[in-house]
C-alpha cells in the first residue's frame, strides 16, 4: 500500500468506524471510498472506469427559507398560496430514495442555498442557516439535520455547502466567518456523521463576496480551520469551489482533501476534460479525487456532453438544473418539485442509471 494512502485511511476510516451511523465516506488517492469499497465497485462504461466516482446533483435549497417578508411572497406554493420551509424538506426527503435508486449517491445542500432565481447578481431574499455571528439557527439545522439522517439510512453522500455568495453579506465579518466554520463542522462531527463532504464555499472566487477570508486568495485559511477540527480523532473532508470554468488555485489545492470544480457555461464539452487534466498539473495536486459538483449543461442524449466528458477524465460530475419560479422545473428555484418531473431531469437520472449500472 502506498504510504501516503496508508496515512489517510489510518487516519480517517479506524476514526470513522468508531462513531455512530451507517455509511461511511473516504478517500483512497483519486477514488471515493464508501462503506470501505469504492463506489460503484467493478463498474466500467463504455471503457470509462466508474469505480470510485461520485454521481451527484445540486441540490442546495433543501432546508431553504426567506426571512425577508419583502421577497418571501416570490416562492409561494400554488395550492396554497404561501412559502413553507417546512413543506420543502418534506417534499425533498420523500425525493431521495429515487435519486439514489437511479445511481446518483452525493448531493450537494448549501447553510446559504443558492440564487432561488437560478442566476441573479442582486439577492435581497435572507436565506442562511448562520447568524450575523458566525452562530447557527437551531430551525435550519434541524431541517438539515432530517435531510443527513435520510441520507445515512440511505447509503448517500451530502456535499454540505457553508457559504453562498450574496448571502455571506449577512455576517458580520472574518471572525464571523471562521466562527461559522467551527460551529458548522463541530455541529456535524458531534452528530456523528461519517458520511459528509464538505464544501466551504460555493464558487470561492466570485466577485460578489464580501468577506475577505472567503475569497479564493485566503479561502484556504477555511479550508485549514474546518480540517483542524476534530472529535475523537475524526475530521471532515473538506474543499472548496470555484466559479464554472475555472481551474482552482495551487493555494487551494494544496489545503483540499479532493478538488471541486464547476463547468458551468463551458459549452464546448472537451473543455471539462481539459479542466481535469490542467487542475492535476496545478501545484499542490498529488492524487486525489476531481469532482464536479456544479454543471448546467446538458445534451444527455448526445455521445459527447460535458457528463462523458468528466467520467472519461476520471472526474465525478453534478447536474445543476436551476429552473424557474413555478414549482415545475429545475432543482434551485423555490417552490421546487424534488421529483422526476421534467424531461431533462429524467434524462439525466437515466443516464445516471445506465452510468453508475444502478438496479
Keep these: ?20 451511523g451507517k455509511t461511511t465516506i473516504a478517500i483512497d488517492r483519486d477514488a471515493f471510498v464508501l462503506n470501505g469499497k469504492p463506489t460503484y465497485a467493478g463498474r466500467q462504461y463504455e471503457g470509462m472506469k466508474i469505480e470510485g466516482l461520485l454521481m451527484n446533483t445540486r441540490m442546495v435549497q433543501g432546508i431553504f427559507d426567506d426571512e425577508n417578508p419583502e421577497t418571501a411572497v416570490r416562492w409561494k406554493y400554488p395550492d396554497t398560496g404561501k412559502w413553507d420551509a417546512e413543506r420543502n424538506t418534506r417534499e425533498f426527503l420523500a425525493a431521495m430514495p429515487e435519486w439514489r435508486k437511479h445511481g446518483v449517491l452525493g448531493f450537494t445542500i448549501c ?74 463542522v463541530g455541529w456535524l462531527l458531534d452528530k456523528g456523521y461519517r458520511n459528509l463532504l464538505l464544501e466551504v464555499a460555493n464558487e470561492c472566487d466570485n ?39 475555472r481551474v482552482p488555485t495551487a493555494n487551494v489545492v494544496k489545503a483540499s482533501d479532493f478538488v471541486i470544480m464547476h463547468g458551468n457555461g463551458v459549452t464546448h464539452p472537451p473543455r471539462i476534460r481539459e479542466m481535469v487534466d490542467l487542475v492535476r498539473k496545478v501545484e499542490g495536486y498529488r492524487p ?72
Aim: with cysteine; glycine share 8%; net charge positive.
Design 207 to 245: 466577485r460578489s463576496y464580501d468577506i475577505d477570508v472567503i475569497k479564493a486568495p485566503r479561502i484556504h485559511e477555511l479550508i485549514d480551520l474546518a480540517k483542524s477540527v476534530t472529535r475523537g480523532g475524526r475530521r471532515l473532508l473538506t474543499g472548496a469551489s470555484f466559479n464554472g470554468n
Design 288 to 359: 486525489m479525487p476531481v469532482l464536479f459538483n456544479e454543471d448546467d449543461h446538458f445534451d444527455f442524449d448526445k455521445p459527447v456532453n460535458n457528463m462523458m466528458q468528466a467520467i472519461g477524465g476520471y472526474a465525478s460530475w453534478g447536474y445543476f438544473d436551476p429552473g424557474k419560479n413555478d414549482y415545475s422545473d429545475g432543482y434551485q428555484c423555490p417552490p421546487v418539485r424534488w421529483g422526476l418531473n421534467t424531461e431533462r431531469k429524467k434524462a439525466f437520472f437515466e443516464l445516471s442509471r445506465k452510468v453508475t449500472g444502478a438496479a
Design 111 to 184: 447553510l446559504q442555498g443558492g440564487s432561488p432565481e437560478g442566476y441573479s447578481k442582486a439577492q435581497p431574499w435572507h436565506n442562511s442557516a448562520i447568524r450575523a455571528d458566525g452562530t447557527l439557527k437551531p430551525a435550519y439545522m434541524k431541517r438539515l439535520q432530517k435531510i443527513l439522517d435520510r441520507a445515512d439510512a440511505l447509503g448517500m453522500v451530502p456535499i454540505v455547502s457553508i457559504f453562498y455568495f450574496g448571502q455571506d453579506q449577512r455576517l458580520s465579518g472574518d471572525a464571523a466567518a471562521r466562527r461559522a466554520v467551527e460551529e458548522t
Design 1 to 20: 500500500m502506498h504510504p501516503t494512502r496508508r496515512a489517510f485511511l489510518a487516519a480517517t476510516a479506524p476514526a470513522l468506524l468508531a462513531a455512530p
